[in-house]
């Protein structure tokens, strides 16, 4: 135990180095890890968030290489550092000075981290991405993606999960409403969408309402009769029949849709309030 603790504090306490956004082609670095997804680069630069770290996707190869770099060091520095890490990273080498000047100039784009939180990283690459998907601002598509990353540690520490029963149940109900039996259902889905995708969705669902049961239980008004009420005089126009009729569907019809409606505004107010405040007890770092 004693050994592993003095390992980890020579691999992360060597350098008090902050994360760049640049190569310098004067000094020296150290390729540590090519892996074949972000995913799997991020794993590995979450573990050297202290060092000058850079994650490159390649744009040479058919299929997309990422490789893991500390930069901007000294020959002096590299030597200590290849074997300070050797116990985590034993293929790490040093990278020729050759290598450093193409990484200055081409074939190479650049995903180094944006922001860190409680040591895991949301990287550039990410960044971009949500801002170039949801047509937003940098900052926006930052707070999404803490808003991401803490949701996902949440869930890991209540641990939360699944089962592939309870997605089966889901999809049970959605026949029945349906008038419909499991296998055809299945196999209507099949016909017009992606049945992983969908899955996957029903377990995101799932998921959620699993968190917000976890962090809501006994914190949420249940909506009253008379809140059911008020709300239904207030969007009474929402009630009617079809949009060309005057006619309204009476309250008995809809006050399970209604119910639900509030329901659901307290539970995304009741998350925004939750993270909100964890954000504000969290170790959150914006590098760039």
Known sequence: MIKIVLIFLLFFGYLNAKVVDFIEKDKKAITVKNVSTMKKAKKIAEKLSKYNVYIYKTLTTKTPLYVVYIVNISKEERKIIINDIKEFFRDAYATSDKKIRDLTSYNFVYNGVAVIVNNEIITLYDVDNIMKQENISKNKAINILINKTLYKQEVKKF?????????????????????????????????????????????????????????????????????????????????????????????????NEIFNEIMYKREQNHLKKYFKSLKMKTDIKIIR
């Open 159 to 255: 641990n939360l999960t699944v089962g592939d029963g309870e997605i089966e149940n889901y999809m049970g109900k959605i026949a029945q409403a349906n008038n419909m039996n499991l296998e055809n259902f299945k196999l209507e889905i099949k016909k017009n969408q992606n049945f992983q995708n969908f899955i996957a969705n029903i377990k995101k669902r799932l998921l959620n309402q699993k968190f917000i049961n976890k962090i809501a239980i006994g914190k949420l008004k249940i909506a009253t009769d008379k809140e059911i009420k008020e709300y239904y005089d207030n969007n009474i126009k929402q009630f009617r029949v079809n949009e060309n009729s005057i006619k309204v569907l009476p309250l008995k019809e809809v006050e």
